[in-house]
């Protein structure tokens, strides 16, 4: 077996655990685990009500790592029991992976020390913080560390990594098992590629304060 | 308020009804619910559980409907209370609309007598049942019916219906939010794309009986 352990937390974004997810929950022998400090239900941003199933103590020691962002990153980095038990995880994880802003959570964890990573383009910048380099591509892999941009980001990680665990033809089975052929009817979903109004809409979306003051 | 219903059921898959979530959540006065026969927890089918917030007498006429699908489609489609919901909430919505073989719930419930429609490869032919045309497209709007493809085509079907709902320029910015631009490793997404192995691999995923039998 292999154990996949999500870690969830409030105000998390749901799709960046949920992308992921459902890739690498169909991996042959796959037992997944949704960690949190504390078991039960999780608020996520917009309202969906994920549940954890088990606490920090019941997954010690995951082969694979998930862990995903956005607006309740900021307050689990503040949490010493969540980053704590990350940097355990991470010691003997083989895949430690994040999408979009829990790669920040990553670098709490010591996971991105010198290291390049992405995460979500409104905080990419913050994970010199945690001494990476910060890489605006949608996927980055260093070593056993993948990091994913922003929340739909996690869905292609999870594709890359399916490869490397199972090989590609089950990687490419897995695509087709989730009918993944992206055809978004707009191409304004990366700073490179949207315009400025696009930008500042966004980012009023995610930090209203933020963008009231510019 | 826009009231936005989310159908949630055992044994569904959760990225059916969490892609257009991230999207449809975040429009300008969304007021996002997610309704099951009985509110409480939901398993889905790869082991995530989603929490129902709603029970289908407290949701009677939401202006959006989401159905998703996944492995408990046909459990559901068996069930009158689910089947009678939606036929009456469709009786007054402004879209219905459903990601994977959810599409085969709208036809239980008489919205697509007539009409063309598309659902998850596996069981597009099954939409003829509900007098549906089935095309193997992404995504397909026919008045205030829309229906997408398998699983994370949902993600697309609700930039769509954004754009419809509050215009392009919110549609762009809430693809710009999810970091929507996807990047594959593979190009094996849909059954005109993946090879005759990748198919079968897939199909085993599935529904492994039938793939035996073959």
Known sequence: MTQIAFLLYDDMTALDAVGPYE?????????????????????TDVGMVLVAD?????????????????????PALADAATVDWLRQAHATSRWTTSACTGSLLLGAAGALAGKQATSHWILLDQ???????????????????????????GIDMALMLAAKEAGEDEARALQLTIEYDPQPPFDSGSLEKADEATRLRATQHMVPEESAAV
């Open 23 to 43: 890739v690498l929950a169909r991996l042959p022998g796959a037992d997944v685990r949704f960690v949190a400090a504390r078991p039960g239900p999780i608020q």
């Open 127 to 153: 994970l010199r913080e945690f001494g990476a380099e910060p890489v605006a591509e949608r996927v980055v892999v260093q070593g056993k560390v993948i990091t994913a941009a922003g929340v739909s980001a």
């Open 54 to 74: 088990s606490g920090f103590d019941d997954v010690p020691a995951p082969d694979i790592i998930v862990v995903p962002g956005g607006p309740g990153t900021m």
